[in-house]
């Protein structure tokens, strides 16, 4: 197969250069149901590959997610970029020094790498000073142990202190139509302090696809049974959004998930959703989205559009899930 070229972008003013669009790799062990093959899911991120994405997240506390990542990617070594995540024991939070070297040592074995590309802290961690976590990290930079320094899901003063400590690359949060809050403060920190942006659940877990309605059943292990999003009745009051994508898709000769990840890209030229999937056939789809041109009327016609419509989206977590991310 012949290997395609992706647009590039820029994660950061440090030159950390990824694909227009990453992939998320959590779902394939889990969290949406029961994990998938692991050949097929070794097939679909080489795969990915071959289409043009070089960037690709996982984390350690993905069950065997790494070990998935790091056997599909070990023949492309220094084509691609693997970013993994530390910032828990078990279930609870844990960033101190100790455990994050303890994380990335493992992350190194599992990932079968030399160095990790993108290491972010998964959460704060409110019982250690986020100038411990960030000084630990800039250590083991300065080791050969990783080479950029993220956060995921931080606040902004949390994200100023650490990048005064060492420079952060890329914060990672959700992002996507359906939720906006980034918006407000975290995008024009970011802007300001020059760090990349990299949306997690772009399509909404799955919602902004238009695959999914008030109808539709979950397998008992998918954790979307236990986000108050989506209860039947926030699905079906949020229908409006997907009725407004469905058009704007129709007019591009696009998809729902395409226009919604288009959005995305055409916010900033320093954000870079990661989609997640486990089917070859929604990876190609997703892919397509860089080559969906929105306008600035059309992102115009967009706002307006939203803002007659009353999203609800709900609590994103369940709340005992809230309390123990420390948000």
Not at 36 to 47: A, P, V
Not at 245 to 254: F, G, P, T, W
Request: glycine fraction near 8%.
């Amino acid at each position: 197969m012949n290997r395609s070229i992706m647009q590039k972008r820029k994660l950061g003013k440090n030159g950390l250069e990824v694909s227009a669009l990453g992939l998320g790799c959590m779902g394939m062990s889990g969290a949406y149901g029961p994990a998938s093959d692991k050949k097929e899911m070794i097939f679909l991120i080489r795969s990915a590959v071959e289409l043009g994405v070089t960037f690709f997240d996982t984390a350690e506390r993905y069950g065997n997610n790494e070990e998935l990542v790091g056997e599909a990617l070990e023949p492309f070594h220094g084509e691609v970029v693997i970013a993994t995540k530390f910032g828990f024991d078990g279930p609870n939070l844990n960033s101190r020094p100790e455990r994050i070297r303890q994380i990335a040592e493992a992350s190194l074995k599992k990932l079968r790498v030399d160095v990790i590309d993108l290491f972010y802290q998964h959460r704060v961690d409110l019982d250690v000073p986020i100038e411990d976590v960030a000084g630990t990290v800039k250590d083991l930079i300065k080791e050969g142990k990783v080479k950029y320094f993220g956060m995921s899901e931080a606040g902004t003063k949390t994200i100023r202190r650490a990048h005064a400590v060492q420079p952060l690359t890329a914060v990672q949060s959700e992002y996507s139509l359906w939720w906006r809050d980034p918006e407000a403060e975290v995008l024009p920190t970011l802007e300001e302090l020059g760090i990349g942006f990299v949306p997690f659940s772009p399509l909404g877990k799955g919602f902004l696809t238009g695959k999914i309605n008030k109808n539709t059943t979950f397998d008992k292990t998918d954790s979307r049974n236990a986000s108050p999003r989506f209860s039947p009745e926030n699905r079906e009051a949020n229908q409006a959004l997907i009725e407004l994508l469905s058009k704007i898709s129709a007019n591009k000769n696009a998809t729902s998930a395409q226009i919604a990840l288009a959005w995305l890209l055409a916010r900033k030229n320093w954000i870079v959703p990661i989609p997640g999937t486990r089917k070859l056939e929604r990876l190609k789809d997703n892919i397509g989205a860089t080559s969906v041109i929105l306008t600035s009327d059309d992102l115009r016609e967009i706002d307006e559009s939203l803002a007659k419509i009353m999203i609800t989206p709900g609590e994103r977590y369940p709340e005992s899930y809230q309390k123990s991310e420390g948000r």
